[in-house]
């Protein structure tokens, strides 16, 4: 299914419309301008209807586990106060307002005409539903013609939502197309592409590394990779609330997040402090695994097959078999390994543990530079400012309380970044 | 292997009880043989501490370490020079093979079994039939054992014509239901039986199709449907079995005990056939061991679990012991009610991580249907 000016088309139609977009995006480039105010009445709108169940055929389908708060928090972010508030946060105040520089040694003024980057070409992962029209709904607040390759797991949400909101704002039609042309189609990739100011990828590193190949130069790339998050503990406030809520965070959010705990750092050189915890800290995640059920058997048969399949794959190949120390819990596990890397776990509750020493906590993280975002960060009270310090000065971008390592905030980056900044331009003009 | 084809000879297919002592013996003795004519499996075994002279008792087989269908996507490990034996590949998952070998008196072996549980299902007459096979038509390229197989079951009466749903073009398998339902139209009019052969995905968007149509036929006594292989890609239009033999009946005149469905895979290739009541018996060449998809410990029967399928059948390629990527359930024989004593298997699932959405880096190469 293809989008193009509000109406559907048949995939087949893609070659026709493909090579008429250039000039229909340079004549809406030439001719108009979107309206911020009437994105944001839009999208608003969008969220009643979101909420008064429209599309909740559709997203009952999706088969999300905790679908309700994640509606919860789509919900929030489409309210006006949010967006606002975000684009003050990324932009500033009176963003949209023509200025005037005010320049020091008596130097001459400019006016400052705040633009879109132009067109933006959304290359979206299908690892989080909805995530296509989010991103859409950041590159229409700022302005921009849109162009929206599907990811090939989307089951039809995104073109429905978007739909929608042309619907409750026509302007709009001119400002989003949507195409659901198959990664294997790379001559169409390459086509939007080239008509592209720039690049807004999500997903895996085999996904940025395509985009970086067939990227033409001088086209932006506005990259939203996949990330890994880890929890540091050095000393508590409150152990038990605290061990509590890393353990309530591990368990709920399975892992799969970005911001989820994968690796807990124990600020410690000393193995015997790595089993106390474990035995310590083992109880805490039986408790929440009890708490937050998980009933996928199919997933979590898939990977102890896989983990076993492993182990064989080691034995026939004469593979160092790993040190590995496992704590064993029902429904979770604990796994000390003897390196310090950060490191994906095996996700559905089952977290491993490191000792890290503050001293060489920067130098661990540098080799992961690429993956950084969340740190829990659980320490006596009196170090937290000196180890907020260290992990902000090592790349991360998000330092939290351990339970709140995967909450959403009004007002955050993402990535470390103002995705807003990224996708205007400025003019000046004498 | 003078225990195996022993275990092979028994007279009632199903009398796992009496072959018990039988099977242990024949399970040590390939254990051994796999031990010491499969570097890789002895590696396997001694890692994980364990020797085939443990086994001493049924108890014991739980304990062999166990290899998963998916080790032989990756590893094709013989226990046997390959110019002593015949291989055949598995139908791709995600489009990996597995490649085991067999021994000429492995399949010996399972010839005995095939003519057994055929006879007892009254699979086999002399009138000739008429074959539809809902599967590959045979081609040189095509190494999988599921067409060697639905090639098989059209040998259990002479075979007048077979027409084939997937046929060979250009290099590919495509499937042609038109022309199934043309034949079906044209073979109902024979004077022999018609027999069908295949997935059941593509009997049942056939027999749809026909009833759609609103085509009814009464084909000749001894017509039958057997049912094989899974329904694949299709899993998710599965359809309750009862809706089929319904269908079946309606279109063309079929009944229920006439519908047959077998279970099996290339890493345990024993043939599991439906009773009456449409339940898989575990036969007497066969064991069933359901697992915890944690602990990968045995679960009481009734419990949803792995599947570990146990047979000493086969020689050429230790397959003694596999865990497939299916989740099922045994239960107790009795349970059935159709007389067979043996405990029944039912596959209720597949193992898969494919719902699973995820952001962390790396974990969407465990996911391997996201893509771009």
Redesign the interface.
């Known amino acids: 299914m293809i989008l193009f000016k509000g109406d559907l088309y048949h995939s087949k139609d893609q070659e026709i419309i493909l090579n008429q977009l250039e000039d229909e995006i340079n004549k809406t480039r030439r001719t108009k301008m979107l309206n911020p105010e009437k994105v944001i009445v839009a999208l608003e709108k969008l969220g009643q209807s979101i909420a008064e169940g429209e599309f909740d055929a559709l997203i009952s389908q999706l ?2 586990e905790g679908i309700e708060k994640h509606i919860d928090i789509i919900l929030m972010s489409l309210k006006r106060e949010n967006i606002e508030y975000k684009v003050k946060t990324e932009l500033g105040e009176h963003y949209f307002d023509i200025q005037k520089t005010d320049p020091p040694f008596n130097q001459k003024k400019l006016w400052i005409r705040p633009m879109p980057l132009g067109t933006l070409l959304h ?1 979206a ?5 909805g995530l296509p029209v989010f991103s859409v709904a950041e590159g229409l607040i700022t302005g921009n013609v849109n162009i929206l390759k599907l ?3 989307d089951k039809g949400l995104s073109i429905k939502i978007i739909k929608k909101l042309i619907e409750i704002e026509p302007d709009i039609s001119d400002f989003v197309y949507i195409f659901d042309t198959p ?1 294997s189609d790379l001559h169409a990739i390459k086509k939007m592409a080239e008509m592209a100011d720039g690049i807004v990828v999500w ?5 940025i590394s ?1 985009v970086r190949q067939f990227a033409p130069v001088g086209c932006k790339l506005i990259e939203w ?5 880890f929890a540091y503990i050095s000393g508590y406030e409150d152990k038990e609330k605290e061990l509590t809520a890393l353990a309530e965070h591990i368990i709920s959010t ?5 911001s ?1 705990c ?1 690796t807990i750092f124990l600020d410690t050189n000393s193995q015997e402090e790595l089993h106390a915890f474990c035995e310590e800290f083992l109880p805490y995640l039986e408790v929440a695994a009890d708490k937050y059920p998980f009933q ?11 983990k ?2 492993e182990k ?2 080691n ?2 190949s004469g593979s160092a078999i790993r040190n590995d120390r496992v704590y ?1 819990g029902k ?1 979770c596990s604990l796994t000390i390994c003897p390196d310090k890397n950060l490191e ?1 776990s095996d ?1 559905f509750g089952n977290c491993l543990v490191k000792g890290l020493p503050r001293s060489e906590l920067f130098s661990t993280l540098r080799k992961h530079k690429g ?1 950084l975002q969340t740190a829990g960060l659980i320490c006596q009270r009196e170090r937290r400012e000196e180890l907020t310090d260290l992990l902000a000065r090592s790349g991360v971008v998000r330092i939290m309380r351990a339970g709140d390592m995967s909450s959403a905030f009004c007002g955050e980056a993402h990535d470390g970044e103002y995705a807003l900044r990224r996708y205007t331009r400025i003019v000046n003009i004498q | 292997m003078k225990y195996r084809s022993l275990l092979f000879k028994t007279s009632d297919p199903f009398d796992t009880f009496n072959t018990e002592e039988l099977f242990v013996k024949a399970v040590k003795e390939n254990s051994k043989y796999q031990y010491d004519n499969c570097p890789e499996y002895k590696k396997i075994l001694e890692s994980m501490n364990f020797k085939p002279d443990f086994i001493e008792s049924y108890d014991d087989i739980q304990k062999i370490p166990f290899l998963p269908t998916l080790f032989f996507k990756n590893h094709n490990i013989y226990s046997m020079p390959s110019y002593k034996m015949i291989k055949a590949t598995s139908a791709g998952t995600k489009g990996k093979f597995s490649n085991i070998g067999f021994d000429f008196t492995g399949l010996l072996c399972g010839l005995r079994m095939v003519l057994k549980i055929g006879k007892w299902r009254k699979l086999f007459s002399f009138i000739p039939a008429n074959y539809i096979v809902f599967g590959y038509k045979p081609h040189r390229k095509n190494k999988t054992a599921v067409t060697k197989t639905a090639f098989g079951a059209t040998l259990f009466t002479p075979a007048i014509r077979r027409t084939y749903a997937l046929k060979y073009k250009k290099g590919k398998y495509v499937p042609d239901l038109e022309g199934i339902v043309k034949a079906i139209e044209k073979y109902s009019k024979s004077r022999f039986p018609l027999r069908f052969m295949g997935f059941p995905s593509y009997t049942y968007f056939v027999l749809k199709m026909m009833d759609e149509r609103g085509k009814r036929y009464k084909l000749k006594k001894g017509s039958k449907i057997m049912l094989a292989g899974g329904w694949k890609q299709f899993y998710k239009e599965q359809v309750e079995k009862e809706v089929l033999y319904k269908l079946a009946n309606k279109v063309l005149g079929i009944e229920e005990e006439d519908i047959i469905e077998f279970f099996g895979a290339v890493e345990h290739p024993i043939l599991y056939c439906d009773c009456i009541n449409h339940h898989f018996h575990v036969p007497a060449y066969s064991r069933v061991i359901i697992r915890d998809v944690e602990s990968l410990e045995p679960v009481e029967n009734g419990k949803i679990g792995l599947v570990n399928l146990i047979t000493p059948m086969i020689k050429a390629t230790p397959i003694l012991s596999v865990v497939t990527d299916d989740l099922g359930i045994l239960y107790d024989g009795e349970e059935c009610g159709c007389g067979i004593l043996s405990p029944y298997l039912e596959i209720v699932g597949r193992i898969g991580l494919k719902d699973i959405k995820t952001c962390a880096a790396g974990a969407e190469e465990l996911i391997k249907e996201v893509k771009l």
């Open positions: 088969n999300i290359i992962a299908g690892n989080i539903d990811p090939q797991a990664s997903g895996g590193d085999a996904a395509a990779g996949h990330k890994l998050g399975r892992q799969l997040l970005c989820s994968q996928s058997i199919d997933v979590i048969a898939e990977r102890t097959l896989q076993y399949y064989l794959d034995i026939i064993k429904h994906l996700m993956y």
